[in-house]
Nanobody, 123 residues
Framework: QVRLVESGGGQVQAGGSLGLSCAAFEVTFAPFAMGWFRQAPGKEREFVAAISWDGASTFYVDSVKDRFTISRDNDKKMAYLQMNGLKPEDTAVYYC????????????????WGQGTQVTVSA
């Protein structure tokens, strides 16, 4: 059964850090791009970051640049999102996803999704 499983969410004060992990089971990991998305209550799912299959290329939504870092370990079939300098507006459910093809920011370009992990940032 194909699964992506996120972990590492939690509650933190503004300015704090959290590291999210995404483990892939029964799904081909490389050579596909991986992405992180988030969805806050009452809002649409938003792209956060993506990384190419080899880790050579990454890109981020402007609101998290210089604060978040996406990475991956193909041998372990893991993707990561290190979040520093967290702000209350980062509060959301965070999802990892595997792209169907190349690097992208459109959720429609991703065909496997995790169940999400809650990140709550208090002021």
């Amino acid at each position: 059964q194909v699964r992506l499983v996120e972990s590492g969410g939690g509650q933190v004060q503004a300015g704090g850090s959290l590291g999210l992990s995404c483990a892939a089971f029964e799904v081909t990991f490389a050579p596909f791009a991986m992405g992180w998305f988030r969805q806050a209550p009452g809002k649409e799912r938003e792209f956060v970051a993506a990384i190419s299959w080899d880790g050579a290329s990454t890109f981020y939504v402007d609101s998290v640049k210089d604060r978040f870092t996406i990475s991956r370990d193909n041998d372990k079939k893991m993707a990561y999102l290190q979040m520093n300098g967290l702000k209350p507006e980062d509060t959301a459910v965070y999802y990892c996803a595997r792209a169907s093809n190349a690097l992208g920011s459109d959720p429609a370009e991703y065909n496997y999704w995790g169940q999400g992990t809650q990140v709550t940032v208090s002021a």
